[in-house]
């Protein structure tokens, strides 16, 4: 199951398709064992605990794995906007994953209630961090990486944290522990304790700086190698000519899907960028996509070689 789910977060994320990564999102097979992991401090259980890190450890090392492998076969090395969005973590997802695992253990405690784990699932993100830390590395993207980990770190803390206070708040204790069992819970607590108001700051900080800045997101994304490589060689057969850039417009008011920029010295025919148009469309195959192609005339270009 853990498998299939990080295929489908991979490939979902690759795609650009936030439908699909929903759909990874509902198989969640890390969270029961982060919900055990809970419920062992509720019960003082370490043989409970225990077994439910390490489950959480194989699954995680699996998955990064097979998401960093679905990555490097994948022709392209495109980031896209899923992959980015879990790579800038804050406190609100802090706060998210805290008040989920509160809500999926008490689902999972009552009978009538075990529909609305799907929900918390997908609230609590947990195979799609980890898959956009998987393709990152495997584009070497290290920061994203880095950042989509501590998505997956903070989940991770926040939800046993949670599990544990809500089992606890229905009832379950650990009146019957014996005192090194009881030992066991209080320095877990307190090792994940640490660990929230660590992460707390930094992911504090990160807050803070989006609402000064914004959520940084660039002006186009890129197109795939494929159809980048193939402009480039159309027009490196026109001496003088130079691609600026090419890519998709990331601002939803903007009518067209493609855009392209050139620069040249002189001016350009319309059927010039008529043949970029028609390589775009074959290459992404998509005869409906709209092409937008500018020229920048009187363009010149300075290079100068650095002294060894």
Same mark, same amino acid.
Request: hydrophobic residues 50%; neutral net charge; contains cysteine.
């Given at each position: 199951?853990?498998?299939? $789910?990080? $295929?489908?977060?991979?490939?979902?994320?690759?795609?650009?398709?936030?439908?699909?990564?929903?759909?990874?999102? =509902?198989?969640?097979?890390?969270?029961?064992?982060? !919900?055990?992991?809970?419920?062992?401090?509720?019960?003082?259980?370490?043989?409970?605990?225990?077994?439910?890190?390490?489950?959480?450890?194989?699954?995680?090392?699996?998955?990064?794995?097979?998401?960093?492998?679905?990555?490097?076969?994948?022709?392209?090395?495109?980031?896209?906007?899923?992959?980015?969005?879990?790579?800038?973590?804050?406190?609100?997802?802090?706060?998210?994953?805290?008040?989920?695992?509160?809500?999926?253990?008490?689902?999972?405690?009552?009978?009538?209630?075990?529909?609305?784990?799907?929900?918390?699932?997908?609230?609590?993100?947990?195979?799609?961090?980890?898959?956009? &830390?998987?393709?990152?590395?495997?584009?070497?993207?290290? $920061?994203?990486?880095?950042? &989509?980990?501590?998505?997956?770190?903070?989940?991770?803390?926040? !939800?046993?944290?949670?599990?544990?206070?809500?089992?606890?708040?229905?009832?379950?204790?650990?009146?019957?522990?014996?005192?090194?069992?009881?030992?066991?819970?209080?320095?877990? =607590?307190?090792?994940?304790?640490?660990?929230?108001?660590?992460? $707390?700051?930094?992911?504090?900080?990160?807050?803070?700086?989006? !609402?000064?800045?914004?959520?940084?997101?660039?002006?186009?994304?890129?197109?795939?190698?494929?159809?980048?490589?193939?402009?480039?060689?159309?027009?490196?057969?026109?001496?003088?000519?130079?691609?600026?850039?090419?890519?998709?417009?990331?601002?939803?008011?903007?009518?067209?899907?493609?855009?392209?920029?050139?620069?040249?010295?002189?001016?350009?025919?319309?059927?010039?960028?008529?043949?970029?148009?028609?390589?775009?469309?074959?290459?992404?195959?998509?005869?409906?996509?709209?092409?937008?192609?500018?020229?920048?005339?009187?363009?010149?270009?300075?290079?100068?070689?650095?002294?060894?």
């Amino acid at each position: 199951m853990l498998g299939l $789910a990080t $295929a489908i977060a991979s490939l979902g994320l690759l795609q650009d398709s936030p439908a699909v990564v929903i759909g990874s999102m =509902l198989l969640a097979p890390l969270m029961t064992p982060m !919900i055990g992991a809970g419920l062992s401090l509720a019960q003082a259980n370490p043989k409970l605990g225990m077994n439910s890190m390490r489950a959480i450890a194989c699954g995680a090392v699996l998955t990064l794995a097979i998401s960093c492998l679905i990555a490097t076969v994948t022709p392209g090395e495109e980031m896209t906007s899923e992959v980015l969005a879990r790579g800038n973590p804050n406190v609100l997802d802090l706060m998210i994953a805290l008040l989920s695992a509160c809500a999926a253990a008490y689902a999972l405690a009552r009978p009538n209630l075990v529909g609305a784990v799907a929900g918390v699932a997908i609230a609590t993100a947990l195979v799609p961090p980890l898959c956009s &830390a998987g393709i990152s590395m495997a584009y070497r993207q290290y $920061a994203v990486a880095l950042g &989509a980990a501590l998505l997956f770190v903070t989940n991770l803390v926040a !939800i046993i944290l949670g599990a544990a206070r809500t089992f606890h708040y229905l009832g379950v204790t650990t009146i019957a522990a014996s005192a090194r069992q009881r030992r066991w819970v209080y320095r877990t =607590l307190a090792v994940l304790g640490v660990v929230m108001v660590g992460l $707390a700051f930094p992911l504090g900080y990160a807050l803070e700086r989006n !609402i000064d800045l914004g959520r940084p997101q660039p002006a186009m994304y890129p197109l795939t190698r494929a159809v980048e490589e193939a402009l480039v060689e159309h027009v490196a057969r026109t001496p003088g000519v130079d691609l600026v850039s090419a890519g998709r417009p990331s601002s939803l008011h903007d009518a067209a899907d493609v855009v392209v920029v050139l620069a040249s010295p002189r001016d350009l025919p319309q059927s010039f960028g008529e043949e970029l148009a028609d390589i775009v469309h074959r290459e992404m195959g998509d005869d409906d996509l709209v092409v937008d192609v500018h020229c920048l005339q009187e363009a010149w270009k300075a290079s100068r070689r650095g002294k060894r």
